[in-house]
């Protein structure tokens, strides 16, 4: 972008004034900049921080309460906070599976107890039944099954 061009039909010392002004004005952007680039960083660690505190506490709440509980973090919280994978079971043949969040074809704001009921045991789907899966955690990595 072109500096903003000022015209300078003034004498001498109102020149030199304009000219420190306009210095001191292009010194300030750049120090307003650095310092907006600081808190977004920092705003983006804290609200990874929050989105993290937010799946370990659903998760809490699951383990007590054992169903899907609404408010439940988004997919976009779940990522953003360290949470990639949602650990299911089969409701009938209890087979458990890993879900990775980031692969689902739901939008990012979707909340995960929002997902029991479309989430489906494949074992089970092949032979026929379409029996709903039981959402059981977030969590930071897949299992080893």
Same mark, same amino acid.
């Given at each position: 972008?072109?500096?903003?061009?000022? =015209?300078?039909?003034?004498?001498?010392?109102?020149?030199?004034?304009?000219?420190?002004?306009? @210095?001191?004005?292009?010194?300030?952007?750049?120090? /307003?900049?650095? $310092?907006?680039?600081?808190? @977004?960083?920092?705003?983006?660690?804290?609200?990874? $921080?929050?989105?993290?505190?937010?799946?370990?506490? &659903? +998760?809490? @709440?699951? &383990?007590?309460?054992?169903? !899907?509980?609404? !408010?439940?973090?988004?997919?976009?919280?779940? /990522? +953003?906070?360290?949470?990639?994978?949602?650990?299911?079971?089969?409701?009938? *043949?209890?087979?458990?599976?890993?879900?990775?969040?980031?692969? /689902?074809?739901? !939008? =990012?704001?979707? *909340?995960?107890?929002?997902?029991?009921?479309?989430?489906?045991?494949?074992?089970?789907?092949?032979?026929?039944?379409?029996?709903?899966?039981?959402?059981?955690?977030?969590?930071?990595?897949?299992?080893?099954?």
């Amino acid at each position: 972008m072109a500096r903003k061009y000022h =015209p300078t039909h003034m004498s001498g010392s109102d020149r030199k004034a304009l000219t420190k002004e306009l @210095r001191k004005s292009r010194a300030m952007t750049g120090m /307003l900049a650095a $310092q907006a680039d600081e808190m @977004r960083s920092k705003a983006e660690a804290l609200m990874k $921080q929050a989105d993290r505190l937010s799946c370990e506490s &659903w +998760n809490e @709440r699951m &383990w007590a309460d054992g169903e !899907p509980i609404d !408010p439940s973090p988004t997919i976009d919280q779940a /990522l +953003n906070g360290g949470f990639p994978w949602l650990q299911i079971e089969c409701s009938r *043949c209890r087979t458990p599976r890993d879900v990775d969040l980031a692969a /689902l074809a739901h !939008p =990012p704001a979707t *909340c995960v107890h929002d997902l029991a009921g479309r989430l489906r045991c494949e074992k089970c789907k092949k032979a026929g039944k379409r029996p709903v899966a039981t959402v059981l955690q977030l969590a930071p990595r897949a299992r080893h099954v």
